[in-house]
């Protein structure tokens, strides 16, 4: 199935923005729209919102791998940070959730 995805809303009175189609399974596609349906977006509008806070993420946001090694050192590096207190506080990132969820982009908390 091709999906058309607009990497953004075209504004009133501004620019058209690109469009970009994606060939997404059909359950993926059905996932998508219902996702979608249930917080009152358009598929467009979420899809955007998921591109943006990828392409803007600082720093980039990690993809998981799939060998166990490099997981493995993954998740060490991780709890080492955990440790050593380099954290988010909890009220700080709910809000982001939260704001990601009403389809209010920001930029995440930074760690204290």
Known sequence: MHVPLALARTQPMGPRMPLLTVSLDETIAAR????????????EELVGHA????VEADPPLPFLPQDKDTLEAMLAEA?????SGNL??????????RDLAAGKYRPPPKCE
């Open 88 to 97: 988010v506080d909890h009220a700080d990132a709910m809000a982001w959730l």
């Open 32 to 43: 998508l729209r219902d996702l979608a349906a249930s917080r009152g977006q358009t598929m």
């Open 51 to 54: 591109v943006a806070l990828a």
């Open 79 to 83: 709890e080492a940070e955990i440790e």
